[in-house]
Every structure is written in structure tokens, then in C-alpha cells.
């Protein structure tokens, strides 16, 4: 591939990425909206049409590293891997 089809393909790359921003921030405002409208009826289900929309509180229990690390330095080194990954980035 050639400087210049790379560049093509980068440039095109970074339009789609505004493109999935811009419809991402649209369907954002739309899940907030019938959230609100959830809200107004003081429901966590809602049944319009064919649709079921659901918006539930749920309760999760996770584990907090940052003191479990400040208390118990050595058993946190201990049960700590190192893994190795890629990372892929542009810079515009």
C-alpha cells in the first residue's frame, strides 16, 4: 500500500469516527427521552406497540482495588499478572 492509499484510508477512517460519534450523540438523546418519559410514569417497564422498553435499577457488588492495594500491598502483588496488549492510534 502507497503513502498516498493510506493516507486516503486514514482520512476516510476519520470520517467514519465523526460519523459514529454523530449517530451515537443522536441515539443517546433519543434513549434519554424515553427515559424521561419513563421517569413521568414512575415506571422501570414500559410496553409501547411491539416493544418492551426496560429501564431497571440494578444493585452490582465490586471489588475495590484501589484500597484492597493500600491495605494489603503484598497479597495484591502476589495475585498481579502482567499482560501484554496492542494498542492502535492515530494522531490527528
Do not use: C, P
Not at 484510508?9 to 451515537?24: A, D, R, S
Not at 418492551?52 to 497479597?75: E, H
Amino acid at each position: 500500500m502507497t503513502d498516498t492509499q493510506m493516507i486516503k484510508k486514514i482520512e476516510y477512517l476519520k470520517e467514519l469516527e465523526e460519523f459514529m460519534e454523530e449517530v451515537k450523540a443522536e441515539a443517546d438523546t433519543i434513549k434519554d427521552s424515553l427515559k424521561a418519559e419513563m421517569e413521568k410514569y414512575n415506571v422501570e417497564e414500559l410496553e409501547v406497540g411491539t416493544y418492551i422498553i426496560r429501564w431497571t435499577s440494578i444493585l452490582s457488588n465490586r471489588f475495590d482495588t484501589t484500597n484492597f492495594k493500600k491495605a494489603y500491598a503484598d497479597i495484591y502483588k502476589s495475585y498481579t499478572k502482567q499482560v501484554a496488549s496492542r494498542r492502535f492510534s492515530i494522531s490527528y
